[in-house]
């Protein structure tokens, strides 16, 4: 792909970031360019989340540079951030609201841009939420609290999508058809940023692969060159 | 014992019911959302029932303006101006004391009843001045077949019954209210979702000091306006929203209505109990359901 030709929407430079007194990223870089789906891979506790986190604002204090879209986000609110950058945001823990039902859960986050899944498109593509809509959030299974977590985010018109660890405890059958989504929304030119456990999940479905530990990038790694320095991946990876 | 004489304590008791309800369901309101004990709700309460008063009675004497603001007006003016004050007392000190312990709220929020009471004593003969403006159409009596009763008690019943089912329905069936629930929930990804979260607090406050001065303006014509009649009112109420569940909506509205009722009707059972009942059943709740009747357990 023709990758040097397309907008970077998403550029970290330099970033730090802390939990009140633990200062957890050390120094982040990295880039991504429309339409590119990309992974942060590394072990527990390495900053992946943290990253997904403080470019969304939710950690206590962030230094350093994150532009989305070209515009700075290092010191706007939370709140305004998902706006500027069209980004859609699924949390590790999911973030289903038990006090919502299915379909406020589905119609809470606000409307980013045109062009989002409608909520028929949604129930079509997962049928199992259109079937337990009026059902408590927190009464889903796993793998449907998963789905949801995600479709929320389509249904906003957000492009840029920040996964983290969508994978997590779901069944071989749902990993599947989650596979089959990312690669179409891959074809709908969506960039995404994956936090991923699975490596076998991710590895056929990014363009590149950012190896974090300790709070930094220390290696880069383009799909291209993944049988090369598989090696290398698993000795950091420690699998 | 008559049944026209348990009716009539009835309906008074409802009528007390719905002043327990609508104060019940903004501190709820606010608790749920703010995690904030408003100890100054009662002067929230005494404040709307003032500023209908001086609205009426004052303005031309106190501030030099030749007009009047009746009950109808009232009804539109005392929330506004009572949500206003909510407002800056949100964004000036309560936003301050989230991160901290629930006594810190409290005390804050204590402190201001005390400084409002102390301003309007001052001013105010404490033993209450009567509400001069009620409309002429809620004046007299309403023959309901069975007992005849104030036609502006009537209206008071029907009137609240309105706003706490409104609040109620906006709060569990709107979009607003989905983000409210989202917003007590997880405040941080809702946030992050694009909802500015700190305003909708702000708001809420707002509101749930303009429904104790709502719940003002509509008790002045039956109690005389003084500054204590919050005081008086706030503990019975805290007893309610104990009752109901902290932070439980439904459960303010339905535990405050239903409260007024056994309180009336103890009133014709045994009187010397009447004040004492609502305490009595918290004291009960409290050993059986700490959560309240209504609340989720943590």
């Known amino acids: ?239 | 014992m008559p049944i026209s004489v348990i009716l009539a304590q009835a309906l008074l008791g409802l009528n007390v019911g719905v002043f327990y309800a609508m104060l019940s369901l903004g501190l709820a309101v606010i608790f749920g959302l703010l995690n904030i004990i408003n100890f100054a709700h009662g002067a929230m309460y005494m404040l709307g029932a003032f500023v209908a008063l001086i609205g009426y009675s004052y303005l031309e004497q106190w501030f030099g303006i030749s007009a009047q603001i009746g009950f109808w007006g009232s009804l539109i003016v005392a929330p506004l101006v009572v949500g206003a004050l909510g407002v800056l007392i949100e964004r000036t000190m309560l936003k301050r004391l989230y991160d901290l312990d629930h006594i810190y709220g409290l005390l804050l929020t204590f402190g201001i009843t005390l400084i409002l009471q102390g301003l309007f004593s001052n001013y105010f003969n404490v033993a209450g001045t009567p509400y001069p403006a009620t409309p002429d159409v809620l004046n007299g009596v309403m023959n309901l077949g069975f007992m005849y009763f104030p036609t502006y008690r009537i209206f008071a019943i029907v009137f609240s019954l309105v706003v706490c089912f409104v609040t109620w329905y906006v709060i569990e069936h709107t979009r607003l209210g989905s983000r409210l629930r989202a917003g007590v929930e997880n405040p941080q990804l809702t946030q992050a979702f694009g909802i500015n979260v700190p305003v909708m607090i702000t708001l809420t406050f707002g509101f749930g000091a303009a429904l104790a001065g709502l719940a003002g303006v509509l008790a002045a014509p039956i109690y005389s306006v003084s500054p204590l009649m919050g005081a008086d009112l706030i503990i019975v109420v805290f007893a309610v929203v104990v009752i109901g569940g902290m932070g439980s909506i439904m459960g303010a509205i339905l535990s405050g209505l239903a409260l007024g009722l056994i309180e009336g009707l103890t009133k014709v059972i045994y009187p010397p109990a009447a004040s004492t009942v609502i305490f009595f059943l918290m004291v009960l709740v409290l050993l059986f359901r700490p959560a309240g009747l209504f609340g989720k357990e943590k």
């Not at chain 1, 590790?92 to 039902?101: C, P, W, Y």
């Not at chain 1, 059958?173 to 076998?200: A, C, P, W, Y």
């Open chain 1, 1 to 239: 792909m023709q990758s040097e030709n397309r907008q970077e929407l998403l550029r970290i430079e330099d970033l730090n970031a802390w939990y009140g007194e633990s200062h957890i990223l050390h120094g982040m870089n990295l880039s991504v360019k429309e339409g590119e789906v990309i992974t942060l891979l590394g072990r527990n506790g390495s900053g992946r989340t943290t990253t997904l986190k403080a470019i969304m604002g939710l950690v206590q204090r962030r230094t350093g540079s994150i532009k989305v879209r070209g515009t700075e986000v290092i010191r706007m609110p939370s709140h305004r951030i998902a706006h500027v950058g069209r980004l859609g945001y699924c949390p590790e823990e999911r973030g289903i609201f038990a006090s919502l039902d299915v379909e406020e859960n589905l119609k809470l986050p606000p409307t980013l841009a045109d062009g989002g899944m409608t909520i028929d498109d949604i129930y079509e593509m997962f049928p199992n939420l259109y079937e337990r809509r009026l059902s408590q959030g927190s009464k889903l299974s796993g793998g449907e609290q998963q789905m949801l977590a995600v479709a929320r985010i389509l249904r906003t018109g957000a492009t840029l999508l920040l996964l983290d660890e969508i994978t997590e405890g779901l069944a071989p059958v749902i990993l599947k058809s989650l596979d089959s989504m990312i690669r179409k929304l891959r074809e709908k030119g969506f960039t995404i940023v994956l936090v991923e456990q699975n490596f076998h999940f991710a590895a056929p479905l990014a363009d590149r692969h950012y190896v974090i530990e300790h709070g930094k990038v220390i290696e880069t790694i383009d799909a291209s060159e993944l049988e090369a320095k598989q090696e290398q991946l698993n000795r950091h990876l420690s699998v």
